[in-house]
């Protein structure tokens, strides 16, 4: 059984620029979740992916998107980059949209953003 | 704003000792109350988890105990060791909420 993948591991990219980040969910998972880590802080929910379609949003501005495959994969996108925006992005899957118990998420090692 | 408050930012504790974190939710919805532990370049790994129906839960070493009326949960690590030098982060949710809240974490360190 494989785990959640993403990539790249890290990337480094210019205030203004947009970017892409790429998320494999665990085998048997269907949803797909990402949550933004500011360094020293917890994970924050951006969105959730399920049936290809977005299931829920937290407090984030437009400019950050995603997209779900038929496959299940997820993608991350920024656009607009802010040097806030740097961070450690993760990505949980999970079979259902549930969070909780032994059926909720598995998380990634996550893409470390660094924007200057 | 935050749901979910975490104290100490960080704790240093001896080979055997005894680690504990606290967490204090605002939310009453909240029913779902799991830790995770991270290490570093990895994600959160599901540790243990309660719900108020019960006021504590033992997993091996790791136990929470929960205060619905304080709205209040803690993880006790017992016997530490150097291997559980790790981040711990409290998180809370709806039961089969979309989404978790989480805490801003504990940085343990095991000292051997």
């Known amino acids: 059984e494989t785990g959640v993948t993403q990539s790249p591991t890290h990337l480094i990219k210019t205030r203004g620029q947009q970017v892409t980040l790429r998320c494999s969910s665990q085998?048997?998972?269907?949803?797909v979740s990402w949550y933004q880590q500011a360094l020293g802080q917890g994970p924050q929910f951006i969105f959730q992916?399920?049936?290809?379609?977005?299931?829920g949003r937290g407090n984030f501005p437009p400019r950050f998107s995603g997209l779900q495959f038929p496959n299940y994969s997820s993608e991350l996108n920024v656009n607009a980059l802010e040097l806030d925006d740097s961070a450690l992005y993760l990505c949980?899957?999970?079979?259902?949209?549930?969070?909780?118990?032994?059926?909720?998420?598995?998380f990634g090692s996550g893409t470390r953003l660094t924007v200057v | 704003q935050q749901q979910v408050k975490q104290s100490p930012q960080s704790l240093i504790v001896q080979k055997g000792g005894i680690s504990i974190i606290n967490c204090a939710y605002e939310?009453?919805?909240?029913?779902?109350f799991p830790w995770y532990q991270q290490f570093p370049g990895k994600g959160p790994a599901l540790l243990i988890a309660?719900?108020?129906?019960?006021s504590e839960k033992k997993e091996g070493r790791f136990t929470i105990s929960f205060n619905k009326s304080a709205k209040q949960f803690s993880l006790h690590i017992m016997d530490s060791q150097p291997g559980d030098s790790a981040t711990y982060f409290c998180?809370?949710?709806?039961?089969?909420?979309?989404?978790?809240?989480f805490g801003a974490g504990t940085t343990v360190t095991v000292r051997a």
């Open positions: 949980a899957s999970s079979l259902g949209t549930g969070s909780s118990g032994s059926s909720g998420y598995t």
């Open positions: 085998s048997g998972h269907n949803t």
């Open positions: 992916y399920y049936r290809e379609e977005e299931n």
């Open positions: 939310n009453t919805a909240f029913d779902y």
């Open positions: 309660i719900r108020p129906d019960v």
């Open positions: 998180a809370a949710s709806r039961w089969a909420d979309y989404k978790l809240s």
